[in-house]
């Protein structure tokens, strides 16, 4: 069978974990944020304003990676910030909630989420309730809310009804 020269791996999510305690410990150790010293958007921000440099190939090879490797694996696995947003939206009264009754399992909402992993819970047979609050990565950006054809997505604000 012919190889796939682009693929989407995922690799373990504890990855995310473990680097963001490595940043922490590097940045309390040094006192810099030695996280903003490798991270993509910091880099080409520096570059956008002081002018480009070796960093960016830094920034050339992750793009290789996600793009033939694994998608927007800097987010998913290792990017601080997003473990941080995490921790955000576990204490974030505003969440997107999964009713599982109405629900085409098609995978639409799956194909406009920027973090599709945490919507795992609409695919066939993977709910665990019928009505499932969205993971925490949720940036509540609502892209799903509005692609859902069946309204099985929806705003929900702990303890009160649907917003939308
Ligand atoms: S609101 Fe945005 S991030 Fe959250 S599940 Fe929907 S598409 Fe994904
Ligand atoms: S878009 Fe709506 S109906 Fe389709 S899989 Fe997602 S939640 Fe289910």
């Known amino acids: 069978?012919?190889?796939k020269l682009v693929t989407d791996q995922a690799i373990d999510r504890r990855l995310r974990t473990l680097s963001w305690i490595v940043f922490a410990v590097l940045a309390l150790a040094t006192g810099y944020t030695v996280f903003e010293a490798i991270s993509p958007t910091g880099i080409v921000s520096r570059a956008l304003i002081y002018g480009p440099g070796?960093?960016?190939?830094?920034?050339?090879?992750?793009?290789?990676?996600?793009?033939?490797?694994s998608r927007r694996a800097w987010c998913r696995y290792a990017c601080p910030i997003g473990l941080t947003y995490g921790v955000v939206g576990i204490l974030s009264p505003l969440r997107i909630k999964?009713?599982?009754?109405?629900?085409?399992h098609e995978g639409d909402c799956r194909k406009?989420?920027?973090?599709?992993?945490?919507?795992?819970?609409v695919?066939?047979?993977?709910?665990?309730?019928?009505?499932?609050?969205?993971?925490?990565d949720c940036t509540r950006c609502g892209l799903c809310v509005d692609t859902c054809p069946t309204r099985s997505l929806t705003f929900d604000v702990k303890g009160f009804s649907k917003l939308l």
């Open 1 to 3: 069978m012919k190889k």
């Open 123 to 136: 695919i066939k047979g993977r709910a665990v309730d019928t009505e499932v609050p969205i993971k925490p």
């Open 98 to 104: 999964y009713t599982l009754d109405s629900c085409f």
């Open 54 to 69: 070796l960093a960016l190939l830094w920034v050339l090879a992750l793009l290789v990676f996600e793009v033939f490797f």
């Open 112 to 121: 406009v989420c920027l973090v599709p992993h945490v919507l795992d819970t």
